[in-house]
């Protein structure tokens, strides 16, 4: 199952995605979109647009989304961060502070991809396990280990 839910180009995501009931929804400041979506086994997938900044309001429809289609519980997140070009404190502390998060992978290729990461996994809370990795493959497999908490 894959379940796209990214904002469109009106900087909102459609109305009947997940998330959709959020009140600040929009994509990045270039009108890029922030692709969530369900992967098989239960691990929900954030892709953030390369060339980017991702900013706070951007983080929190994300955040919107992956915890309407976590529905309540608490699951793996992949957070694929390929080629972005930063991002903010802001943004910073709402992945940080992910309720709906039982584990966080950060999926990058670059030597920046890898300062990024560890700049958003600086932060995380230490009861979310989280690390870095350039293959989503080996991410996926690390947090099958995840996928069956409640």
């Known amino acids: 199952m894959s379940v796209e839910a990214p ?3 009106g900087k909102r995501v459609p109305e009947d995605a997940p998330g959709a009931d959020s009140p600040d929804l929009t994509t990045t400041t270039s009108g890029a979109p922030i692709g969530v ?3 098989d086994g239960g691990i929900i997938e954030v892709a953030l647009p390369a060339n980017e900044e991702i900013d706070g309001p951007e983080a929190r429809v994300a ?8 529905g309540g519980r608490r699951m793996p997140v992949m957070l694929v961060i390929t080629g972005v070009v930063g991002v903010s404190v802001e943004a910073r502390q709402v ?5 709906a998060a039982s584990a966080f992978a950060l999926v ?4 920046v991809d890898r300062v990024i990461a560890h700049y ?6 230490e009861t979310i396990p989280a690390q ?6 080996e991410a996926i497999e690390w947090l099958g280990q995840y996928t069956s908490e409640d």
């Open 108 to 111: 990058g290729e670059s030597p």
């Open 63 to 70: 955040g919107a989304t992956v915890r309407a289609m976590a």
């Open 132 to 137: 870095f990795f350039t293959s989503e493959a």
């Open 37 to 39: 979506r369900m992967l």
């Open 120 to 125: 958003l996994l600086r932060s995380k809370t």
């Open 7 to 9: 904002a469109g180009p």
């Open 95 to 99: 992945y940080a502070g992910s309720i």
